[in-house]
Each structure stands twice: as structure tokens, then as C-alpha cells.
């Protein structure tokens, strides 16, 4: 009888919950020391039922870290030249230590216009040419959320991605695009794949690393895996469903991520210990 191996999940709950306790208690130290509470500003643009839940889920647990979050909502009609008056302000306004700008703002924006109003210094959400090229050149900067959380999470899970074979589905600059990134910079020889690459299946089961990131959901079964790999599940689709066919791929790999619990919680951690950073520089105390 064959014997079959289950993954061991790499949860991303216990290590989120301390990586927001120092944030939390980094916060506290600055309002002690300044008077001043961090705070972090989210605009969001319309009312799509995932990003408002998205963000009130991020202000929530501001709040929870002792972390003040100033909203702004904007209606969906919102004109490229409003949204970036209105980010361009929070740039400016030295009560507001970052800045979140919930994606996706609709497809009359010019996005890219938005995000760069936002000053590089105030960029916790790393969506900025500037925090992109830093993050590229690997010089110090804020990582985009997700990325930086999932690289926290193979620290954490003991997994040095150096000459280790990253295969990242998808190429989207908040998400598969800074996450081969970040893997390069730790030394992984990194294969991007997208919607036009061809043999997908044949390039995932080279992967020690496996990045999933294409918002499609369970679209990588077990049968896409090489043994023992490390698959890591970004993917967040309607139902909690990632973009790994959990069941399947838990049978071949050797670490995984669940959805939800896994990637989810590291990208909401990152954002609040960025936060506190940027708060610590601007008001002197970093
Ligand atoms: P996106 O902008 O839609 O990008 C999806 C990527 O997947 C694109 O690069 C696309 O290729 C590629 N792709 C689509 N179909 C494919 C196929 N059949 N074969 C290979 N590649 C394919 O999505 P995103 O914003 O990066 O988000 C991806 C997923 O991550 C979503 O489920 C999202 O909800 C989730 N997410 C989770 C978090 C979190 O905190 N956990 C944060 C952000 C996003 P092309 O470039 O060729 O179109």
C-alpha cells in the first residue's frame, strides 16, 4: 500500500498575532513618548462589498493595536483629479502617519495616478514606484503587504528561499510581481508564470516554492505539486476559497498555507507594524 504524507500548515494566525503585539505595543511607546498615537488613513473609492469589508476589517484592527485610523469614502464616480486631491492631502497632512488607498478604485481612475500621490514616506501599504523600486534594488523601503507577509511567514515556517526554485502564478504589481521580488532578494532563482504562459502545470511541479496568485479559485490541484514542496496561497476568493485546491495539494506538499489563516492575516500584520514605523520616523522617535 502506498502511503500518502499530509503538508504541515503553515498557519499564519500565531505568527500575525505577534508581529502585531510588538506593533502594538511600538504604538504605545510613541504615544508616550510624543503625545501622539500612530494613524493610518484608508480611502476607499465606491462601495464594493469585499474592499469595504477589507477595510473595515484593517481599521478594526488598527483600532485593536492602538492605532488611529482616519476613513475617507469616496463614491465610485469619484474623477482621477479628486482622488488624488484627496490622497495628495492626507501626503500632506502631518496627523496622518500612512496611507492606505483600497484596490481597486475603478476602471474610470487612472490607479496608478492615486497610488503615486501617496508620499513614499507615508506608503505602508507599498503600492508606490518609489517603494517598488527600493524594493526591486533591495534597499530599505516599505514592501507591499502581502508579499512582505508571506516572506515573514517562511521566516517563521524555518524556510530559506536561497537556491530554492520560487514558481510565482501571477504577475500583478501589488502581489505575484513584488513577491518574485522579494524571493530574488533572499537568493531563489525565481520563474514568473501568468495567464500566457505555456506547460503552467509541467513549471509548477518544478517548484520547491510554489506562490499562488491568480485569483482564480482551487486552481492548483495536488497533481500540480512537486513532492515536499512549500505551497504558499495568496489567492483569496468568494467562500474563503484559495487558489490551491487544499485537499489535493495537502497530499503532495511538504508546507501549506491555509485560506483562510494563512497569507490572510500576515498581510494585515505587516500593514500595522508599517504603520508604527512611519509614525516612529515622522514624529522623531524611530
Ligand atoms: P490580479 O491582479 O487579477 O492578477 C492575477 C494574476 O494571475 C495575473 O498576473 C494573471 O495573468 C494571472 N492569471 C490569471 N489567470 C491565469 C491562468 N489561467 N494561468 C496563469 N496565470 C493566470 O489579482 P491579484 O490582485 O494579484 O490577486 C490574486 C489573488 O490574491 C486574488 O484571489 C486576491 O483576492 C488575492 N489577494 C490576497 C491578498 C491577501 O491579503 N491574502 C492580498 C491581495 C490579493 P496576466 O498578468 O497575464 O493577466
Not at 23 to 33: G, T, V
Not at 195 to 224: C, H, K, N, Y
Not at 239 to 256: H, P, Q
Request: proline share 7%.
Amino acid at each position: 500500500m502506498p502511503t500518502t504524507s499530509t503538508a504541515r500548515p503553515m498557519d499564519g494566525t500565531g505568527p500575525a498575532r505577534r508581529i502585531t503585539e510588538t506593533a502594538s505595543a511600538a504604538a504605545a511607546d510613541i504615544l508616550r513618548r510624543t503625545g501622539t498615537a500612530p494613524c493610518l488613513a484608508t480611502v476607499l473609492v465606491g462601495d464594493d462589498p469585499a474592499s469595504v469589508t477589507y477595510v473595515r476589517m484593517k481599521r478594526s484592527r488598527c483600532e485593536k493595536a492602538g492605532i488611529r485610523s482616519r476613513h475617507v469614502a469616496l463614491p465610485a464616480s469619484v474623477s482621477t483629479e479628486a482622488l488624488v486631491e484627496t490622497v495628495t492631502g492626507l501626503s500632506q497632512d502631518p496627523g496622518v502617519h500612512g496611507i492606505l488607498l483600497q484596490h481597486p478604485v475603478g476602471p474610470h481612475i487612472d490607479e496608478r495616478a492615486a497610488f503615486e500621490a501617496i508620499a513614499p514616506e507615508k506608503d505602508v501599504d507599498g503600492v508606490t514606484m518609489h517603494s517598488f523600486a527600493a524594493m526591486g534594488f533591495g534597499l530599505p523601503g516599505f514592501v507591499s503587504c502581502t508579499p512582505g507577509g508571506i516572506m515573514r511567514l517562511l521566516d517563521e515556517y524555518g524556510v530559506d528561499p536561497a537556491g530554492k526554485h520560487a514558481v510565482v502564478v501571477g504577475r500583478s504589481p501589488i502581489l505575484g510581481r513584488p513577491a518574485g521580488m522579494l524571493l530574488l532578494q533572499r537568493d531563489a532563482t525565481v520563474t514568473y508564470c501568468h495567464s500566457r504562459t505555456t506547460g503552467l502545470s509541467s513549471i509548477m511541479r518544478e517548484a520547491d516554492i510554489l506562490l499562488a496568485a491568480v485569483g482564480r479559485p482551487r486552481f492548483i490541484t495536488g497533481a500540480d505539486i512537486k513532492p515536499g514542496a512549500v505551497v504558499v496561497d495568496a489567492g483569496y476568493n468568494p467562500g474563503n476559497v484559495g487558489d490551491v485546491d487544499f485537499d489535493t495539494a495537502r497530499e503532495r506538499a511538504g508546507l501549506i498555507t491555509p485560506v483562510p489563516g494563512g497569507v490572510g492575516p500576515m498581510t494585515i500584520a505587516v500593514l500595522l507594524a508599517q504603520t508604527v514605523e512611519a509614525a516612529a520616523r515622522a514624529l522623531g522617535v524611530g
